[in-house]
């Protein structure tokens, strides 16, 4: 038998088990999720909890990266706070999703030992959430197919959810749903059906935030012994504000992510200069081009026939002159 193995302190280290216990264990209330509550995303927030308080189902529509799924968690989290109810589960869309990935599925070496029964039954997380009163954020939602997003049809209608071999199942009065989306335009993305479209009575538009609060995400995002000047934090804004102006090239700009990206590397790189000691700073506008060019080209989606890279060289050039 292979001796535990030990760690730099001479301590025996933890099994992949008892590590992936100790993380389930963990409060949801406990995460530290850092967000902007201010302009749309505040409007968005009450709107949440307006349909929370109606027993309306909503969704939350908008491009790539605009901080749908950060807001919902936190939503969530606070949500959680209040009922002392840490249940919060998610699942994110795409066409490879089946109905088992929300209701659940028959473990088949247990069905073939005990038969169709609840031991050897494995939930899935829409049924989670719908048994414990949590939330359950549908990610993506119009990435699922057709065929999938039908069975969200009886739980968001009837609260209640059928189970084969087993029967009915009813949602706790608790239970919360909660979807986001990209438009549809987007490519990669399901028309939702009339039926699923119906059952969801509240629409919330989130878009890319004003200046002022995308700035504030960026530097909440950054880690503390970063320090990034108020002006090169003015140059990262305008790239990823050049992407989304250029509609003529750009099909998806870069999203807040991109900025956060962008400052940190930049953060990255002021810290060693103070760490080496560095008489002389580098220009950031020399900083700035290298770093923006590894970011942009996997952050933006050109049109077609354009090549990413000429367009990123040109915004760069144009708002950095190197």
């Given at each position: 038998?292979?001796?535990?193995?030990?760690?730099?302190?001479?301590?025996?280290?933890?099994?992949?088990?008892?590590l992936l216990n100790e993380n389930l264990a963990q409060q949801y209330e406990l995460e530290d999720i850092k967000i902007v509550l201010k302009g749309q995303y505040e409007k968005a927030y009450e709107l949440l909890k307006d349909a929370e308080a109606t027993g309306l189902f909503p969704a939350l529509v908008g491009p790539p990266?605009?901080?749908?799924?950060?807001?919902c968690r936190y939503f969530a989290q606070q949500r959680a706070i209040e009922q002392k109810n840490t249940n919060f589960y998610w699942l994110t869309m795409d066409?490879?999703?089946?109905?088992?990935?929300?209701?659940?599925?028959f473990d088949p070496a247990l069905t073939l030992q005990k038969g169709f029964c609840i031991e050897a039954f494995n939930p899935g997380s829409l049924l989670k959430a719908m048994l414990t009163g949590g939330t359950?954020?549908?990610?993506?939602?119009?990435?699922?197919?057709?065929?999938?997003?039908?069975?969200?049809?009886e739980p968001l209608e009837e609260k209640s959810i059928g189970i084969s071999h087993l029967?009915?199942?009813?949602?706790?009065d608790e239970f919360f749903f909660i979807c986001a989306m990209n438009p549809e335009e987007l490519a990669g993305t399901h028309r939702l059906s009339e039926a699923l479209k119906d059952r969801i009575k509240m629409w919330i538009k989130l878009?890319?935030?004003?200046?002022?609060?995308?700035?504030?995400?960026?530097r909440v995002n950054l880690p503390e012994n970063f320090t990034v000047s108020e002006a090169?934090?003015?140059?990262?804004y305008q790239i990823v504000e050049a992407t989304r102006k250029n509609k003529i090239d750009i099909e998806i700009p870069a999203s807040i992510r991109a900025g956060i990206a962008m400052a940190k590397l930049l953060?990255?790189?002021?810290?060693?200069?103070?760490?080496n000691k560095v008489e002389e700073k580098v220009p950031v506008n020399v900083i700035l081009s290298d770093i923006a060019k590894n970011v942009l080209i996997g952050s933006i989606k050109p049109k077609p026939g354009v090549n990413v890279e000429d367009v990123i060289d040109m915004l760069i050039n144009k708002i950095l002159g190197a």
């Open positions: 038998m292979e001796n535990p193995k030990k760690d730099n302190t001479g301590s025996k280290q933890n099994s992949f088990k008892e990266g605009v901080g749908k799924t950060i807001l066409e490879s999703i089946k109905p088992s990935h929300f209701i659940g599925s359950f954020l549908a990610n993506e939602i119009n990435r699922a197919t057709e065929y999938s997003q039908n069975t969200l049809l029967g009915r199942v009813r949602a706790r878009t890319y935030p004003d200046k002022a609060t995308e700035l504030e995400i960026i090169e934090l003015d140059l990262v953060g990255r790189r002021r810290a060693l200069e103070v760490e």
